[in-house]
């Protein structure tokens, strides 16, 4: 089974910082683009940043230049440091395979920021 094991999250106040990691299991992890997607409470499914296989990395314009995406493909791993955190990236934050096939789509971590 495939499975996509978010962590990570917790509460900062503005300006902190979090990293998130996405431990992968079932898949051949080094195939696959990956993304964060982000929930916050009474608002849609955002798109956040994704990496294509080999490590290019795009983001959402509300997070460019405070969030950084990697992969380590050795460990099935992806991460997302988030800097300069605002209190309008409290949400639940999922990462999911971006392409091939599936989706597939892991549980998901809290952030919260807040003063």
């Known amino acids: 089974d495939v499975q996509l094991q978010a962590s990570g999250g917790g509460s900062v106040q503005p300006g902190g910082s979090l990293r998130l990691s996405c431990a992968t299991s079932?898949?051949?992890?080094?195939?696959?683009?990956m993304k964060w997607v982000r929930q916050a409470p009474g608002k849609e499914l955002e798109y956040v940043a994704s990496?294509?296989?080999?490590?290019?990395?795009s983001y959402a314009d509300s997070v460019k230049g405070r969030f950084t995406l990697s992969r380590d493909n050795a460990k099935d791993t992806l991460y997302l440091q988030m800097n300069s955190l605002k209190p309008e990236d409290t949400a639940v934050y999922y990462c999911?395979?971006?392409?091939?096939?599936?989706?597939?789509r892991g549980q998901g971590t809290q952030v919260t920021v807040s003063p």
């Open positions: 990496i294509n296989s080999g490590g290019g990395a």
């Open positions: 999911a395979t971006a392409n091939g096939p599936g989706p597939w």
């Open positions: 079932g898949l051949t992890f080094s195939h696959y683009a």
